[in-house]
């Protein structure tokens, strides 16, 4: 039922790369543990050891949190079609803002996205094949494009006021670091 690794192979990588959702995971040593669904291209398999995905603007910042916190990531993909299967990465994350320097080679590898806030690169340890016989199916309709426009109308100027307004620090009062300040 379940099979481990040490690295993404290429079937899994595969996988990875048709599924049009993923699950992140984090959790500070103290505080709630944060479990976030995920979509719209966002990430991308960069080696047997190595994803990095690209966070888009949202009502919190929990993962940016925790990760100050504690490195652990967790991700997750569910096949929602015919051939049951659940994976999860397991690994250590760190942080690229647009201000910082390897945000310009991370982000060259998604498309412009309105909102874009951090790019979180994982060094992948551990990977954990699961059965995914409970899983129901599910057929994929569209992307939703809300977020997208959302960004678009606020600009720049609103999206930074956001980030001020509601990503500077988690539920649970812990610093995010999406301001150079904060």
């Known amino acids: 039922m379940k099979t481990k690794f040490t690295h993404i192979n290429g079937e899994y990588r595969d996988f990875i790369e048709k599924q049009k959702m993923f699950f992140v995971a ?3 040593p103290g505080g709630r543990v944060n479990m976030a669904p995920k979509g719209m291209d966002t990430l991308r ?3 047997p050891n190595r994803i990095v995905w690209l966070s888009l603007t949202g009502a919190e910042n929990e993962t940016a949190a925790h990760l100050l916190e504690s490195s652990r990531m967790t991700l997750m993909w569910c096949s929602f079609d015919r ?5 999860r990465a397991y690994g250590d994350a760190s942080i ?3 201000r910082d320097r390897r945000w ?4 060259i590898h998604f498309p412009p996205i309105p909102g874009a806030r951090q790019i979180f ?3 992948v340890d551990f990977v954990l094949k699961s059965c995914g016989f409970g899983v129901p199916r599910y057929e994929f309709v ?3 494009d809300t977020l997208r426009k959302w ?3 606020k600009g720049e100027d609103g999206l930074n006021r956001h980030w001020a307004d509601h990503n500077t620090s988690s539920i649970d009062e812990m610093p995010t670091g999406i301001l150079p300040d904060g």
């Open 26 to 28: 984090t959790a500070a």
């Open 121 to 123: 690169d994982v060094t």
């Open 45 to 47: 398999v960069m080696s």
């Open 142 to 144: 569209a992307e939703r």
């Open 96 to 98: 690229a803002h647009p």
């Open 83 to 87: 051939k049951p299967l659940i994976l």
């Open 151 to 153: 960004a678009e109308k």
């Open 104 to 107: 310009g080679e991370l982000a």
